[in-house]
Nanobody, 124 residues
Framework: QVQLVQSGGGLAQAGGSLRLSCAVSGRTKGSDNMGWFRQAPGKERQFVATMEWNSEITYYADSVKDRFTISKDNAKNTLYLQMDSLKPEHTAVYYC?????????????????WGQGTQVTVSS
């Protein structure tokens, strides 16, 4: 059973930065790909970024490309999302997720395990 525990997030001003962390435990075949999603009030959960755990190949949503960076620390078994040049429209609850799907995927339906979510609020 894969467990994902998130930390980080909070409040930032427009143009500022935040970093989210996702500690991964019980990692098995079921977490070949790790991803970040976000959900704003009244909207569907939306893909942000994903990384293939072993190869570290990454893929980003167009809306966050060149602003957000997904990375990992193997020693800490932790996934990160560095968010720079933040905008108010980046305000949402952010979730990390693990998928056993072969190959990178941006579909939330391919992710089997989810973190508890963390609020990110960007003020103008």
């Amino acid at each position: 059973q894969v467990q994902l525990v998130q930390s980080g997030g909070g409040l930032a001003q427009a143009g500022g930065s935040l970093r989210l962390s996702c500690a991964v435990s019980g990692r098995t075949k079921g977490s070949d790909n790790m991803g970040w999603f976000r959900q704003a009030p009244g909207k569907e959960r939306q893909f942000v970024a994903t990384m293939e755990w072993n190869s570290e190949i990454t893929y980003y949503a167009d809306s966050v490309k060149d602003r957000f960076t997904i990375s990992k620390d193997n020693a800490k078994n932790t996934l990160y999302l560095q968010m720079d040049s933040l905008k108010p429209e980046h305000t949402a609850v952010y979730y990390c997720a693990a998928s056993s799907t072969s190959g990178l995927t941006a579909s939330r339906y391919d992710y089997n395990y989810w973190g508890q979510g963390t609020q990110v609020t960007v003020s103008s």
